[in-house]
């Protein structure tokens, strides 16, 4: 029906034009006191017009129109415009301009209930161009054909047709101002749908009235479009306040995200997660990452952890791989190592091996540390090769095995790309000989010195 691009992310908003066509009963003997009450109100609107004499239907006309009437009222719609079409027919029962008003009026009201808009256009057409249309029907059936053009997407006629509307009406409300402001902006005639939904806000805001919750939403479009981020964020915080709304909390968290106020940006998202409002995996992993940047990895960790639990996070090996790193950042390091060992049987290079070994050594786990860094160097697709075997030299002279370490040290040594990275390996390797000859020797004076213990 209503066919909108927006720009919105994390905001994309869909707005719907109204459909509600107003509709009035024709001048018959049946009209009864509806009738009345409107006309009365009608003469009130118009009561500075120039004064004119009123327009009635002929005793034939109206006779033919008591009986269509009758079928109109029981919604027998293909009867009635039938009936409708005869009496269309006849030069002689309906003849006068404003009795071909009320035969248009019906026409439209019938095609409009049959679903048939284009007719109904052509209808009420018709009765805003007639000779016998009095001023405030034309006013009125204006308005509904914006609306029917509206609905068949034709948004230049029912501009047309409301701006048209807006210069003869007499009080012009918030909603009329919003409809037109929605078909501008369906028209990429933003300038003019920011200047109406701004001018609708006003009117009710000057009366102490709430501005209605599209309102904003449109507005909240228009200035997002317009990258005014600032402003957007104080529309959201009305919205929170008057229409709270989870997806306004996530669009504000996202906005405050833009404006780099972080701290704001981690309230709002908490506040969201909090009440389980947060069902996607990429909602999840982003307020852990959240944390993760506030330098609280622990709080990060919980929450990829329960997700996981929940099944809303997949345990891939990269989930897996940030569940580890926060569980490491925040000194858990047994929780590190369960996360990594499963993200390293998901891996297809050997970089979460080489980051295991380092933990390993870390817990003094030094055959651990050397078989997961040898893993790493066999499967491949380390970032840092000699950080890699950096590690398997250290896991290796704690295993008194310092020829393999030596040679470690050299591969790490034959990888590094700068001095700096260079100037380890070669310490450790001094390290090595020196230890290993310093205990060779108390082996050769009748010391038990353990030996190479990484088999």
Partial sequence: MCKLTTNIMAFCVALTLPLVVSMWVPDTALSGSLQAAQEEKKEKKYKNAKTRQRQSVGAKCGKALEKLQVTLEEELWADSLRSLQNIEASKKTCKSDYEQTQIWKFSGYIYYSLDDFPNAIKAYRKVVNGIGTPPEVRLDTRYTLAQLYASEEDYVNSAEQLEAWLAEATIVGADQRYFLAQIYYQLERKRDSLNMVELAISDVESRGILPKERYWGLQRVLYYEKSDYQTVIAILEKLVKHYPKWSYWK?????????????????????????????????????????????????????????????????????????????????????????????????????????????????????????????????????????????????????????????????????????????????????????????????????????????
């Avoid at 870390?362 to 078989?371: H, S, T, V």
């Fill in 251 to 455: 669009q504000l968290g996202g906005m405050y995200g833009e404006r780099e106020r972080e701290i704001d940006r981690l309230v709002s998202t908490e506040l969201v997660y909090l009440n389980d409002e947060l069902k996607k995996e990429s909602e999840v992993m982003s307020m852990a990452y959240m944390y993760l940047g506030a330098e609280v990895p622990y709080r990060a960790a919980k929450i990829i952890d329960r997700g996981m639990e929940d099944g809303i996070i997949e345990r891939s090996a990269k989930n897996l791989e940030v569940l580890g790193t926060a569980w490491y950042q925040s000194r858990d390091l047994d929780g590190a190592v369960g996360a990594l060992e499963e993200a390293s049987r998901k891996a297809d290079n050997g970089n979460l091996q080489a980051r295991l070994a380092g933990i390993y050594l870390d817990l003094g786990r030094d055959k651990d540390a050397y078989r997961a860094a040898a893993r790493a160097a066999k499967k491949g697709g380390v970032k840092r090769p000699d950080s890699n075997f950096l590690v398997m030299g250290n896991a290796l002279i704690n295993l008194n095995c310092f020829k393999d370490a030596i040679s470690a040290f050299n591969k790490s040594l034959k990888k590094a790309k700068d001095k700096k990275s260079k100037k380890y390996p070669r310490q450790w390797i001094k390290f090595a000989e020196s230890e290993g000859s310093r205990l060779q020797k108390l082996r050769d004076v009748g010391l038990k010195i353990r030996g190479c213990g990484k088999g």
